[in-house]
Nanobody, 124 residues
């Protein structure tokens, strides 16, 4: 059973940056496809970004392209989301997710394991 624990959330002012981490345990991290999702108050969960097993390929939802950066360190069983130029609308709970599937995309149903989430609050 894979367990995921997010960290790095907090409060930041508009224009600031944060780096979220997702530590994985209980599985072979290098075999997992990984992704970040978020859920803002009163809104549905949305896909942010995903990264393949090696970290060599990444995909972003359009609103985050060029502003967020997903990466992973397989030697540390950890995935990251570096967020720049944060806006109030980025306020949300951010979740990391993992999958053992060979093909996966932007749908939450593609992922088998989820963290508890970390809160990000962006204020002006």
């Amino acid at each position: 059973q894979v367990e995921l624990v997010e960290s790095g959330g907090g409060s930041v002012q508009v224009g600031g940056s944060l780096r979220l981490s997702c530590a994985a345990s209980g599985g072979t991290f290098g075999n997992l496809g990984m992704g970040w999702f978020r859920q803002a108050p009163g809104k549905e969960r949305e896909f942010v970004a995903r990264i393949n097993w090696t970290g060599g390929s990444t995909w972003y939802a359009s609103p985050f392209e060029g502003r967020f950066l997903i990466s992973r360190d397989n030697s540390k069983n950890t995935m990251f989301l570096q967020m720049f130029s944060l806006r109030p609308e980025d306020t949300a709970v951010y979740y990391c997710a993992a999958t053992k599937r060979l093909t996966y995309g932007e749908a939450g149903r593609d992922y088998d394991y989820w963290g508890q989430g970390t809160q990000v609050i962006v204020s002006s």
